[in-house]
């Protein structure tokens, strides 16, 4: 079975791939052979039994001889196999159905559970037309609302999300980043060595972009969660508008025992998962409304609080009293997220996602 990989060697374009390399081995064994080539002139030409293109790797490749939808329209016409995408996107949608129009599967890092909400006219993401519904927003912005018909939600499903993206490149500097990225390093990060909540210095962690007034939701969301951080006045806590290399921000987070990850311009952020791999206790806006891969948002190894942020001083309040207590939690989602990379671990679980990817795009192929 020979599988092409469309994709751009950039930080975003190998990130959206890496899975694909760091499973490799083990979907080889079960018939695989990967294609992986930035050239258009292959993935137009080539024989391949799937193609795999990556979004965030399209502007690099087409440059302006082509619009997106043009390329993915001459890809369906030149090419006699399943073309599966692998969204960009960051949030749950929308979800551009002159894309879905153009592929046999449109694949999401997250979507909504309830997929006939992408029916509903939205202008940008749920969460964002839900929060300036409950908030009585004025300022509906200049985006067009975007909805999907019937005939496209068997189109679109989930790839796998930033769990899966190669750390070593995501905390390394230039020379190692071009370096993996070039060769195509396959191995994942190690386990990191951490210490219990209870022995760490800082009590709470919240860094990330504040956002420019003109992203009013995402704004006021992130400065609900920031209002109530700042009731906790520790002189240890870490400011979010302080900027740090890679090593600090890790050395800060292993230090700390709450992280808070609001939501940015998605549900899902690289703070998730950078919390998990540091042992830190992982606070995240309610998350139940999502479908992604692999899911490791569960109940036993985070807490969530509401996406405006109104129980949230009371949940600090309880963990800050007691960390010894959420010490399970904490090395839960710690234990998640380790699994969840090793392909020696999650290796079948991956495996058969895969597959089911494959078998959906070749069934909505074979009746286009």
Known sequence: MRIGVLYFRHREGHNSVFPLLSFKEMLEQQGCEFVFTHSLQKALSDTFDYLFVSDLSLPRLIGKRYSKVDFLKKLREEQNC????????????????????????????????????????????????????????????????????????????????LALIDWKVQMSGKLGKFLNILNKNSAVIPPEPVCELQKRSNKIMFKGNLFPGQHDVFRLHRLLTLKVFKTFDFESSYKADVILGPKAYLAQMKETIISLSPFGWGEICYRDFETFRTGSLLFKPDMSHIETYPDIYQDDNHLSYRWDAKDLKAKIEKVLKDPAAFQKIAEKGKTSFENAIDPKKSGAAFSKHFFDILNMARDNFENR
């Open 82 to 161: 399943p073309i599966i995408f692998l969204s960009g996107n960051d949030s749950t949608g929308p979800i551009f159905p002159e894309i879905v129009d153009q592929v046999d599967l449109y694949l999401s890092k997250q979507l909504l559970r309830d997929k006939t909400i992408y029916l509903q006219p939205l202008k940008r993401h749920f969460f964002r037309d839900q929060m300036m519904s409950q908030f009585k927003f004025k300022n509906e912005n200049s985006f067009e609302p975007i909805s999907l018909s019937k005939g496209h939600l068997h189109k679109i499903s989930v790839s796998w999300n």
